[in-house]
């Protein structure tokens, strides 16, 4: 059955796990986990690798965005790091030239570091970006529309320039929201959010996510999610923002999605050419 979007922001992801029946999910403002017994777990045991309350804000942002699978950091520099890890040294990306200057500095200090180089052009025009195309490159990253300059991608012709080169297609979601583009929709693998924007709405928190179509999240970003202080005491005001969005009535929203446990998985190897 499918919800409207603002059904998703009320209700998340509707699963209603917790013990005590609670409405709105509360806050698991907690480190360790206590197990029934010797060998058995409630699913949870350390914060900082899994959280109640995280996981229904990623279930709910992965809703809105109609992924599969999203993992929640305390702010989009954070996510777009951790993104990072699925690259290695000699690997190369193209980008929007027109993005936010925190994601530059990163690229130019720590990535160029790591051995990952990032050619920016502009990505407004498919033909540009075609032939910056190298044998090396694994991923094209589009910012779009951009900050500050408002540049917009299309998102559609590039997935398939990316996919019929062995490149993955990320998209910073952070200017439109789910609401008004759904990037994963129209042929991207990987979609990252600064919340602090149109997600959180309400210029009091810091947060982001990184949404992806596959069933299964690569096991260096679950890895990162862990260990890049995703667990911030800012969730439950990150939940309660997300909830009180208002968005118009919309349509086809999928509700019917089974949520996969994350385990160690290859498929970004299987999409980006060795
Ligand atoms: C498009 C875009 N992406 C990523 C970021 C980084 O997000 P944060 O400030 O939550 O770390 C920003 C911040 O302004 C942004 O505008």
Known sequence: MAFAAETICVQGSNERK??????????????????????KSTGYDYSRCSNPTRDEVQ??????????????????MAAITAMMEIFSP???LIAT??????????????S?????SVDCVDTSNVGTVKAALRPETKAIYLETPSNPM?????????????????CLLIVDNTFLSPYFQKPLTLGADIVVH???KYLEGHNDTLSSSIISTRLQEP?????????????????????????????????????????KKSIISDWIPDRIRS
């Not at 279930?59 to 989009?76: C, D, I, N, P, R």
């Open 219 to 259: 096991v260096c970003l679950r890895l990162t999610a862990g260990c890049y202080s995703a667990v911030s005491r800012h969730w439950q005001s990150a939940w309660n923002s997300t909830r009180r969005m208002l968005w118009p009535s919309h349509t086809g929203w999928n509700r019917d999605r089974k949520w």
């Open 59 to 76: 279930k709910t942002v992965a809703l809105l965005e109609q992924g599969t699978e999203a993992l929640a950091f305390s702010t989009g």
């Open 194 to 196: 600064s919340g602090t």
């Open 18 to 39: 917790d013990p005590f029946g609670a409405i709105s999910m509360p806050i698991y403002q907690n480190a360790a986990y206590a197990h029934p017994g010797l060998g």
């Open 90 to 92: 000699g690997d190369h």
């Open 150 to 166: 408002m540049k917009v991608a299309d998102i559609q012709a590039i997935a398939d320039l990316a996919h019929e080169n062995g």
């Open 112 to 116: 160029h570091k790591n051995g990952i």
């Open 97 to 110: 030239d027109d993005l936010y200057g925190g994601t530059l500095r990163l690229w130019n200090t720590i």
